[in-house]
Structure formats: C-alpha cells, structure tokens
C-alpha cells in the first residue's frame, strides 16, 4: 500500500497514512516515512492501536529504544522497559493527583523542551502513543527549530553562535519540585555541555539547541543572564507561524525529530484521564555545533 503525506501546518507537521505499525516495514516504505519526517519535523500517524511491544518494535526501525535511567518515580514502566509513561494514570490502573512528585516532574513539560537533551548523546527523536487522550487541554505543540535559527534577531543570534549551554536533568527539580536525583542518578546522569546552534546529520540544516527545563548555564554568562538567554530565546521560538499545535486523536502515534524542534504540552483538567505512552531513540553521536 502506497503512503500518503499530508502536511498539517506550513512550518512543520504532517500526516501519513498506509503505514500499519503493527507489521515490520519494508525498506522502501521506510525510506518514505524516514523522507517525511526529516521534511515535516514531526509527523502523526492516524489510527494505531498498538501494543507497546508493537510501539517498541517499529521504534528499533529508526534506532534503539532508551531506557529511562531515573526509576524511583515509576515513570519508566515496570512492564516493557523502553516505555516511558506520560500519564496521570499507574500501571495499577490509579489517577494520581498533580501534587504526587511523578506528576510534578511531568509537569515541566508544559514548557518548552527537547527530550533527553542532557545526555552527552542527546536523543534522535520521540514516538507518543494516545492511548486515552485529553479533551479539555493535553495539546502538544511543537516548534520548527531551523526556521527560528534562520530568522533569529541579530541580537540574540550574535548571543548563541558558537556558545554552549549545560543541559541537566536535575535541574527539573529546581523547576518543579519534584524530588532530587538520587547520589546513583545524579552519577549516572552528569549536566552535558552542547551547542546552542546545531547542525542536523541527516538534513545538515543548523537549529537553534536551547531548553528552558534543562539549560541551567550559558558559557560566559552568570546564572541569571543565562536564563534570561534562555527566556527571550524561548519567548521568540513560541510564535505560531513556526509552530504545529497537535490535537490528539484516540491512538494517534506521533513521531517527532528532538534534534531541530522544541515542544510542550498544554494543561488539562487533573480530573480526567490521560495515558500516553512514549519511545526515546537513543542518539549514538555527540550534538555538532552548526
Ligand atoms: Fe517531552
């Protein structure tokens, strides 16, 4: 069966349809969807109802699947380990309130960010599945990296090129209060150092690299102007023309590149369900500075 790409929004964003998750892909559909997803960013694929072992699976085509190094929240799920669970709902079936720390942490991605970006070897890209999904908020936006790098003001631009900014995980509790990262997590998972300004491996287009939940340090900068870096830089990336807004359907899977956007999800009433299930694709190279 043929595939068809229909994009969603001009920056980025795009649907395809004539993919059947559930089965093992040839080289030429791969190829396409692979095409699609450089060319589109993120791209949604409608009507998946698959099983997490089926998510994994079609995950390894794209590369490996990470497994989350911090356990103590359960965010990592006890039953297929490359699952990381963006839910307020456990695996014993329990609504967990937003004061509860693992909700906490999964609250700073109400901001904007790019997943696993504090390891040495950031991710390639995220695969989310809908499982019960949120009408009364729950959007995930994302944003086009490259079109923010290219039209960034000279002011900032003069800011990022050829500087650093430090990526680390604990700084989420910083931002959220959820708890510390244990002395063994903390170990396992030291700040990163990466490039503010990227060059892509596959495209070889530049992005911006920031994250306001993890950049805690800017090269020659004291604490407070490196968040104020952070801020400005973030506040002009989060305008509509360079942003796709996702409105989930049940068992949408959506697949997007962590190494030219940003995204962050909008609130929802903590009363109602929602389950969404996520792969990370390991990076296997260091961020190159564009
Ligand atoms: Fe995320």
Redesign the pocket.
Same mark, same amino acid.
């Given at each position: 069966m043929a595939i068809t790409v229909t994009p969603r929004h001009p920056a980025l964003g795009a649907e395809i349809r004539g993919v059947d998750m559930r089965r093992p892909i040839d080289p030429e559909t791969f190829k396409a969807v692979h095409d699609a997803w450089m060319k589109h960013l993120v791209v949604v694929f409608p009507d998946q109802p698959v099983s997490d072992q089926e998510h994994v699976a079609f995950t390894r085509h794209f590369g490996e699947p990470e497994i989350f190094h911090q356990t103590s929240l359960h965010l990592r799920s006890d039953r297929v380990k490359e699952i990381f669970l963006v839910s307020n709902v456990d695996e014993n079936d329990r609504l967990m309130a937003p004061a509860e720390p693992s909700q906490k942490q999964l609250s700073s991605?109400r901001q904007w #960010?790019t997943?696993s970006s504090y390891r040495t070897m950031p991710s390639v890209g995220?695969l989310l599945h809908g499982i019960e999904i949120s009408r009364t908020g729950g959007i995930t936006q994302f944003i086009n990296m490259y079109m923010v790098y290219d039209e960034l003001p000279e002011g900032l631009r003069r800011q990022v090129e050829g500087r650093k900014a430090r990526h680390d995980f604990g700084m989420l509790h910083r931002l959220v209060g959820n708890p510390p990262p244990t002395k063994e997590e903390a170990a396992a998972m030291p700040p990163a150092w990466h490039p503010m300004v990227r060059r892509h491996p596959v495209t070889g287009r530049k992005s911006l690299y920031v994250s306001s939940i993890y950049n805690d340090a800017v090269e020659g900068l004291d604490e407070a102007a490196a968040r104020t870096l952070i801020e400005e830089l973030s506040e002009f990336a989060a305008q509509p023309k360079y942003m796709y807004r996702h409105v989930w359907e049940p068992h949408d899977v959506l697949m997007w590149d962590n190494r030219c956007t940003v #995204?962050a999800v909008t609130p929802h009433d903590p009363a109602e369900r929602r389950v969404m299930h996520r792969t990370t694709i390991v990076g296997s190279e260091s961020v190159v500075a564009g």
């Amino acid at each position: 069966m043929a595939i068809t790409v229909t994009p969603r929004h001009p920056a980025l964003g795009a649907e395809i349809r004539g993919v059947d998750m559930r089965r093992p892909i040839d080289p030429e559909t791969f190829k396409a969807v692979h095409d699609a997803w450089m060319k589109h960013l993120v791209v949604v694929f409608p009507d998946q109802p698959v099983s997490d072992q089926e998510h994994v699976a079609f995950t390894r085509h794209f590369g490996e699947p990470e497994i989350f190094h911090q356990t103590s929240l359960h965010l990592r799920s006890d039953r297929v380990k490359e699952i990381f669970l963006v839910s307020n709902v456990d695996e014993n079936d329990r609504l967990m309130a937003p004061a509860e720390p693992s909700q906490k942490q999964l609250s700073s991605a109400r901001q904007w #960010h790019t997943d696993s970006s504090y390891r040495t070897m950031p991710s390639v890209g995220s695969l989310l599945h809908g499982i019960e999904i949120s009408r009364t908020g729950g959007i995930t936006q994302f944003i086009n990296m490259y079109m923010v790098y290219d039209e960034l003001p000279e002011g900032l631009r003069r800011q990022v090129e050829g500087r650093k900014a430090r990526h680390d995980f604990g700084m989420l509790h910083r931002l959220v209060g959820n708890p510390p990262p244990t002395k063994e997590e903390a170990a396992a998972m030291p700040p990163a150092w990466h490039p503010m300004v990227r060059r892509h491996p596959v495209t070889g287009r530049k992005s911006l690299y920031v994250s306001s939940i993890y950049n805690d340090a800017v090269e020659g900068l004291d604490e407070a102007a490196a968040r104020t870096l952070i801020e400005e830089l973030s506040e002009f990336a989060a305008q509509p023309k360079y942003m796709y807004r996702h409105v989930w359907e049940p068992h949408d899977v959506l697949m997007w590149d962590n190494r030219c956007t940003v #995204h962050a999800v909008t609130p929802h009433d903590p009363a109602e369900r929602r389950v969404m299930h996520r792969t990370t694709i390991v990076g296997s190279e260091s961020v190159v500075a564009g």
